[in-house]
């Protein structure tokens, strides 16, 4: 909820930076969402690589090599994030970034269905890992929307 949280924060001040600064590119609600998302996984990658300690259980178990992982994947989200920015990069960013999504997706089941805390100290109750199941599918549709739909 977090990472939603903060998509729509970035997204809503750029398309109003866009629209009182008249800003073009800023002042369409896509463009906006793209940068906004951009933002968001340069975050999240760089917190994947400054503490990967805090996000290995979520997966430890279930594939070997977890510190790893969680490294590669901070790795993928930093340079995929950053290919949203560049139009010759962003939409085979966006498609990598929807596969990473997928492929990311049964980490959060387990973290659900074994009820194990929520990553990065956010709630632990039963309703909250089982509620973020439900924003990797918007996550998807975000990226989808503001760089694959928007493509051409």
């Known amino acids: ?53 805090k996000l290995t259980y979520m997966i430890a178990g279930m594939l070997p090599y977890a510190h790893a992982l969680v490294v590669i994947t901070g790795i993928l989200e930093i340079g995929l994030g950053a290919g949203l920015l560049f139009a010759a990069t962003q939409y085979w960013s966006a498609w990598a970034l929807i596969i990473l999504l997928i492929l990311m997706f049964p980490a959060n089941i387990r973290v659900a269905v074994l009820q194990l805390p929520a990553p990065g100290g956010l709630p632990s109750k039963p309703w909250y890992t089982w509620s973020r199941l439900l924003f990797q599918p918007v996550y998807i549709w975000w990226i989808w929307y503001a760089v694959i739909a928007h493509a051409g």
């Open 1 to 53: 909820m977090a990472f939603l949280s903060g998509l729509l924060s970035f997204a809503l001040l750029l398309l109003l930076a866009g629209n009182i600064f008249n800003i073009p590119l800023l002042a369409q609600c896509h463009e906006s969402m793209r940068i906004a998302a951009a933002v968001m996984f340069l975050l999240i990658g760089f917190m994947h690589l400054k503490a990967p300690q």
